[in-house]
């Protein structure tokens, strides 16, 4: 059963970085995908970034571009989100989740984190 365990939130300043991490366990193989999502309004989630697995290849929305970095460490089974110059508009529960694939869909993943706090204060 795959499992994933979140970490790395925090309260932070605007304009500060945070790195979320995602350990991710019980995959036998490699071709699967990592995404990461936060949670908005009610029980929505805004997808942010994923990355293959097996090919490291990332994939973002544009919304994401430029300030967010989805990466994976294989040795580790660990997926990270790098996020710069953080805005008060990201305070959310950020998530990863597990999947067949890359998708912005949320319900093309079928293993989900328990969620990290991100706080960015003024």
């Known amino acids: 059963q795959v499992q994933l365990v979140e970490s790395g939130g925090g309260l932070v300043q605007a304009g500060d970085s945070l790195r979320l991490s995602c350990v991710v366990s019980?995959?036998?193989?490699?071709?699967?995908?990592v995404g990461w999502f936060r949670q908005v309004r009610g029980s929505g989630r805004e997808f942010l970034a994923a990355i293959h697995w097996r090919s490291g290849n990332p994939f973002y929305p544009d919304s994401t571009r430029g300030r967010f970095t989805v990466s994976r460490d294989n040795a580790k089974n660990t997926a990270y989100l790098q996020m710069n110059s953080l805005k008060l508009e990201d305070t959310s529960v950020y998530y990863c989740?597990?999947?067949?694939?890359?998708?912005?869909?949320?319900?093309?993943?079928?293993?989900w984190g328990q969620g990290t706090q991100v706080t960015v204060s003024s």
């Open positions: 019980g995959r036998s193989d490699s071709n699967f995908a």
């Open positions: 989740a597990v999947g067949p694939g890359p998708s912005t869909d949320r319900y093309r993943y079928n293993a």
